[in-house]
């Protein structure tokens, strides 16, 4: 069974950096997979942030790329989230989750609620 | 943008309901790449369908999933209470980009 667990500061002040990690067990980071963060702030939808594979190559949403980096250390199977230069906006649950080909979200962490306020 | 949903739907036990999930022509209409998630209060989304109308093991065949043009749909027969719950959809856009529905609020009367 496939298990991901997000870990991370849960406050963050405004225009400072948010780092998460996912850490993942029951399944080689190194598979043909691919892995994603997805945010959800409070009250509405999800929104994909990006898409990362073992061997790092990256696919983020166009309206945070400037802010994003997402990599993997298949050493520790576990991926990472750094979203930079952080407002109230970027409030949200952050989940990390295995994205099946061609393209569905099979396995989701918990969720780990990141609020941004001084 | 998102793809587009109705805010609520509404149905008593053991009725039929569906939802709909309104993208364009380079999202839902372009790839049978369309997912739908259920999602009760302070959980994380649930996989329920993906590519369109498949379901993952363990799912109940009440759900079921279909696409015509830019809007795809979801149907969820012989309504239970355990049900009630957000949905979304979600399709693949091209690029390796991938865009969620605002959501839909179920309510079984």
């Known amino acids: 069974q496939v298990q991901l667990q997000e870990s991370g500061p849960g406050l963050v002040k405004p225009s400072e950096t948010l780092s998460l990690t996912c850490g993942v067990s029951g399944h080689s980071i190194s598979g043909a997979n691919y892995w994603a963060w997805i945010r959800q702030p409070p009250g509405k939808g999800p929104e994909w942030i990006g898409t990362v594979d073992y061997r790092g190559s990256t696919y983020y949403n166009t309206s945070l790329i400037n802010r994003i980096t997402i990599s993997v250390d298949t050493s520790k199977n576990q991926f990472s989230l750094t979203l930079s230069s952080v407002t109230a906006a970027d409030t949200a649950i952050y989940f990390c989750?295995?994205?099946?080909?061609?393209?569905?979200?099979?396995?989701w962490g918990q969720g780990t609620l990141v609020t941004v306020s001084s | 943008s998102a793809l587009t949903q109705p805010a609520s739907v509404s149905g008593s036990p053991g009725q039929s309901i569906t939802i709909s999930c309104t993208g364009t022509s380079s999202d839902v209409g372009n790839y049978n790449i369309v997912s739908w998630y259920q999602q009760h209060p302070n959980k994380a989304p649930k996989l329920m369908i993906y590519e369109v109308n498949k379901r993952p093991s363990g799912i109940s065949n009440r759900f079921s999933g279909s696409k015509s043009g830019n809007t795809a749909s979801l149907t969820i027969s012989g309504l239970q209470a355990e049900d009630e719950a957000d949905y979304y959809c979600?399709?693949?856009?091209?690029?390796?980009?991938?865009?969620f529905g605002g959501g839909t609020k179920l309510t079984v009367l």
């Open positions: 979600n399709s693949y856009g091209g690029g390796n980009a991938w865009v």
């Open positions: 989750t295995r994205l099946m080909n061609p393209g569905h979200f099979d396995y």
